[in-house]
């Protein structure tokens, strides 16, 4: 199990990208063999002369240092193709080929939703953050965000405050917090969500990271809401990326006065979701449910389904009967609620939803 | 002359329709020579019996009361097929066969926008209908609406501060005010714009009446800005029907939290395009400006073009250089604007637009 870190950690530190992989394996059969052969044979894969440099002879400090890093329990090294690499981050065009994650990786199989916007919103803009994020998350949907201060910084907290999931996806290296104001929040979401990061530790807050990481925050997520932003705006990368990866976009208005909802009256106009309820996100993901990996297994499942009837059930009672946790149940049922099998009630109840005629 | 206004009083009494119209044509030459026919004549094309008795058998007192009322010199009875029947309105399914005019007919024949909203709009939802109706009109272009109170009065309120043209269409008789609180409005609007009727006079505010009336405040315009409407609203009847009409819908989006914003971004969602400046509106209305009949005549135009050049020239030198009023330049410069003959500048400048390369 150790040669492959090692291996993994060489390829990600030199920047090696998932397409850039195959033809390594193809010469080499094993990711362990990458490693040590020469610079010529790497090149004969066309691979880039700086890349094959970085794999003939990588910096043994830096390499050290990410291993002692993960000797951490919450620290992991989430790499293409394992168990651990999230389904729908996958699917998008240049995904990382390995993920820094500080925190919970279950996390990143959640059903998520990204909420992005201004780095100064109004008064009003953060409290819609928040409200949506805290609903959302009560919900079992994961939110994804960039830590920005802002919009970013409150939809995180009411994923948190919900006592729900949140992941922090980072343009600096894992180890490091940017924008240093979020220092606690980094913490808490390390605690009870996830950060995650593609950038090899103690990687500096470079100004073209941030676009790039933006494929993550909507790599990860069924959707991005876009809640405040100027007519230009990082957020729009967001939700451009969003769309291109073949995922909702959802846009809150505002009023015409104000400066910060041109960009999404922008995104409305190009066909986003016109948004004014959190419900409004939950009806328009069903259809997107089928990328889901459940992050139960079946046998839970079929235990949950014994226990929902036609008649609402309290998610409390399904504990009790299934022995399943709350959070659990809250992440199963919103996945059986996307795909159209469970129905949700006022008062965190729940029931089996008639099946369609045919 | 006589008998045909008589003839057209009595078949508008009998509420006969446009399409019922031309039967009856077809049976008698002329309008004057239906009236006068017997009831089972007169049923022969199909017609309903009390209509072949409102004809057959006119009430005298309901015609000369007309009659007298049409002796005013700004009172007209505008009847389908005349030159004074607005182009845009006798393409709408279901147009009425005649109009109760009090004001100026040419009024009825600028290029319009309507403006529609709720009755108890909010300061800011006012304000905004005051503020485009006012920008618009004071570039030519007239605002229609159904001078309710709130977003319909503010509109017309707008556009006679900017010295424009203003159109209302009422759900009662033309010699009624409703509501009474607009009874000074209705006043100014006679005096400066048009009040408009298909119903007898002494018609009451009858329930039906408005959402019919509606097809007038839309089918006489080029599009209809929704300002702001619950979900369930009768601006959003207009709306609809401006769309059947092949009309612009347009609307302003708002907080999420004003539920008077909901109409608006219902309509956003079924695709009315997102408004947020005046400019909006004019962009967007060019391209139906096709359907606009200039309301000055070909000679007038060929003078404008004669001092029109690729350089700015203000309205007030164009006027004193064309001998044409302020009034007849701002309009025909709008329509050339959405011909896109002419380009407008800061200032209320105009230049020759150079033609697009073949």
């Known amino acids: 199990m150790d040669n492959p870190v090692r291996a993994w950690l060489v390829l990600a530190h030199a920047h090696v990208r998932v397409n850039e992989l195959q033809n390594l394996l193809d010469l080499?059969?094993?990711?362990?063999?990458?490693?040590?052969?020469?610079?010529?044979?790497?090149?004969?894969?066309?691979?880039?002369?700086?890349?094959?440099?970085a794999i003939a002879s990588p910096d043994p400090k830096?390499?050290?240092?990410?291993?002692?890093?993960?000797?951490?329990?919450?620290?992991?090294?989430?790499?293409?193709?394992?168990?651990?690499?999230?389904e729908l981050l996958s699917q998008v065009p240049g995904p990382p080929l390995a993920l820094y994650v500080n925190g919970d990786v279950d996390a990143l199989h959640l059903p998520a939703l990204a909420i992005v916007g201004s780095?100064?919103?109004?008064?009003?803009?953060?409290?819609?953050?928040?409200?949506?994020?805290r609903h959302l998350a009560s919900g079992?949907?994961?939110?994804?965000?960039?830590?920005?201060?802002?919009?970013?910084?409150a939809a995180h907290e009411g994923a948190l405050e919900a006592g729900g999931k949140t992941v922090a996806c980072l343009g600096t290296g894992i180890d490091r917090v940017y924008p240093p104001a979020n220092r606690a929040l980094a913490h808490t979401i390390a605690e009870r969500g996830a950060l995650v990061s593609e950038y090899p530790l103690g990687s500096p807050p470079e100004k073209w990271h941030f676009p790039e990481r933006n494929r993550l925050i909507s790599g990860l997520s069924l959707g991005t809401l876009v809640v405040e932003a100027a007519r230009r705006s990082g957020s729009l990368i967001t939700?451009?990326?969003?769309?291109?990866?073949?995922?909702?976009?959802?846009?809150?208005?505002?009023s015409?006065?104000?400066?910060?909802?041109?960009?999404?009256?922008?995104?409305?106009?190009?066909?986003?979701?016109?948004?004014?309820?959190?419900?409004?996100?939950?009806?328009?993901?069903?259809?997107?449910?089928?990328?889901?990996?459940?992050?139960?297994?079946?046998?839970?499942?079929?235990?949950?389904?014994?226990?929902?009837?036609?008649d609402p059930v309290g998610i409390d009672e399904l504990g009790k009967q299934s022995g399943l946790t709350i959070d659990q149940l809250s992440s199963m049922l919103l996945i059986l609620e996307l795909h159209g099998e469970v129905e949700s009630f006022p008062g965190g109840r729940y029931a089996k939803k008639e099946p369609l005629q045919a």
Not at 280 to 309: Q, V, W
């Open 256 to 310: 015409i006065h104000n400066a910060l909802s041109r960009g999404c009256h922008k995104l409305i106009r190009q066909g986003a979701k016109l948004v004014e309820t959190a419900d409004d996100i939950l009806t328009e993901l069903g259809h997107l449910a089928g990328h889901l990996r459940p992050s139960a297994d079946d046998a839970e499942y079929e235990t949950l389904r014994k226990f929902l009837s036609h």
């Open 140 to 153: 079992g949907l994961a939110i994804a965000s960039g830590m920005a201060q802002g919009i970013d910084a």
């Open 28 to 53: 080499c059969g094993d990711i362990s063999d990458v490693v040590g052969r020469s610079h010529s044979k790497l090149a004969s894969t066309g691979l880039a002369a700086e890349k094959c440099a």
């Open 119 to 133: 780095r100064n919103p109004t008064q009003g803009g953060r409290r819609n953050a928040h409200d949506f994020a």
């Open 62 to 86: 830096a390499i050290d240092s990410a291993r002692a890093w993960l000797e951490h329990e919450r620290h992991h090294l989430v790499t293409w193709g394992s168990d651990d690499y999230p």
């Open 239 to 254: 939700a451009r990326l969003s769309a291109e990866q073949g995922r909702e976009v959802f846009a809150l208005p505002g």
